[in-house]
């Protein structure tokens, strides 16, 4: 069973930076496109950034020259370094991939369970 699990979110002030990684991990056969999307509160889930296998990227226009995506093929990994970070950027972050696995043999997205990212002073 595929999993991905996403970790580094916390609380910072503004203007800080931050790191999110997120590994996949299971029977996995291939992995497509990744991504990072995020959830605020009352507000429907976003796309922030995501990245293709041969590493095209595609932001938010709200994190563009801020944020950037980047990903580990060998480790089945994605990340989102974030600087300059706003109080608008306070979300839930979720990680998400397409990925094949032998138990889904087929192109299938898989979503992370969540980190919690909140800029506050």
């Known amino acids: 069973q595929v999993q991905l699990v996403e970790s580094g979110g916390g609380l910072v002030q503004p203007g800080e930076s931050l790191r999110l990684s997120c590994a996949a991990s299971?029977?996995?056969?291939?992995?497509?496109?990744m991504g990072w999307y995020r959830q605020a509160p009352g507000k429907q889930r976003e796309l922030v950034a995501s990245i293709t296998s041969g590493g095209t990227t595609t932001y938010a226009d709200s994190v563009k020259g801020r944020f950037t995506i980047s990903r580990d093929n060998a480790k089945n990994a994605v990340y989102l370094q974030m600087h300059s970070l706003k109080p608008e950027d306070t979300a839930v972050y979720y990680c998400?991939?397409?990925?094949?696995?032998?138990?889904?043999?087929?192109?299938?997205?898989?979503w992370g369970q969540g980190t919690q990212v909140t800029v506050s002073s």
């Open positions: 998400n991939g397409d990925i094949v696995s032998t138990d889904r043999p087929y192109e299938y997205e898989y």
């Open positions: 299971g029977s996995i056969t291939n992995i497509y496109a």
